[in-house]
T-cell receptor, first 111, second 112 residues
Framework: KNEVEQSPQNLTAQEGEFITINCSYS?????LHWLQQHPGGGIVSLFM???GKKKHGRLIATINIQEKHSSLHITASHPRDSAVYIC?????????????FGQGTRLTINP | DVKVTQSSRYLVKRTGEKVFLECVQD?????MFWYRQDPGLGLRLIYF???????EKGDIPEGYSVSREKKERFSLILESASTNQTSMYLC???????????FGPGTRLTVL
């Protein structure tokens, strides 16, 4: 079983829909990252959070440390949001300088 | 803005060749990372470096080595390329190990 599990693996929605991508992890963590990868390869960091909730534009990330779960929400989705979204966690002590990545969720927003 | 550049976007090499992938960052970051990304496996850490001439193995270092002679440059070396090293290679840098990482555009390497 992977340390970081994302769901769903693939998601297709219509423009304007509210999107939720989930990330569950099995180890204690010091931080969780959400990343975005557009076709062509480049990866951009969206959020780094260790508790609560963060918001940037139409993107919202939440984390529940007790339940070892995080969600990424996109409001009023747009075709330009089509990308792979990747969750990554940083351990507490051993290996804390390394990130462990989920396999990614491929999001497609149709106009 | 932080800029991380990689020497090639696409590279085709033959089995047994020595391959150099270079990564340069312009924000004086201490930490640099090399990952490979494969379908179904996600991103996996090959090596990272937290200072000049310092390196640590990641999760899949076999078949790779690295070099960090200058702070801004981190090179990944495939001593003798094999077909199972065909992959997307991504470099990243960060101010500290505990900050967000900034990624380069990636190099898609094909070994024939």
């Amino acid at each position: 079983k992977n340390e970081v599990e994302q769901s769903p693996q693939n998601l297709t929605a219509q423009e304007g829909e509210f999107i939720t991508i989930n990330c569950s992890y099995s180890v204690g963590i010091s931080a969780l990252h959400w990343l975005q990868q557009h076709p062509g390869g480049g990866i951009v960091s969206l959020f780094m959070l260790s508790s609560g909730k963060k918001k940037h534009g139409r993107l919202i990330a939440t984390i529940n440390i007790q339940e070892k779960h995080s969600s990424l929400h996109i409001t009023a989705s747009h075709p330009r949001d089509s990308a792979v979204y990747i969750c990554a966690v940083r351990g507490l002590i051993q290996g804390a300088q390394k990130l462990v990545f989920g396999q990614g969720t491929r999001l497609t927003i149709n106009p | 803005d932080v800029k991380v550049t990689q020497s090639s976007r696409y590279l085709v090499k033959r089995t047994g060749e020595k391959v150099f992938l270079e990564c340069v960052q312009d924000m004086d970051h201490e930490n640099m990372f090399w990952y490979r990304q494969d379908p179904g496996l996600g991103l996996r850490l090959i090596y990272f470096s937290y200072d000049v001439k310092m390196k640590e193995k990641g999760d899949i270092p076999e078949g790779y080595s690295v070099s960090r002679e200058k702070k801004e440059r981190f090179s990944l070396i495939l001593e003798s390329a094999s077909t199972n090293q065909t992959s997307m290679y991504l470099c990243a840098s960060s101010y500290s190990p505990y900050n967000e990482q900034f990624f380069g555009p990636g190099t898609r390497l094909t070994v024939l």
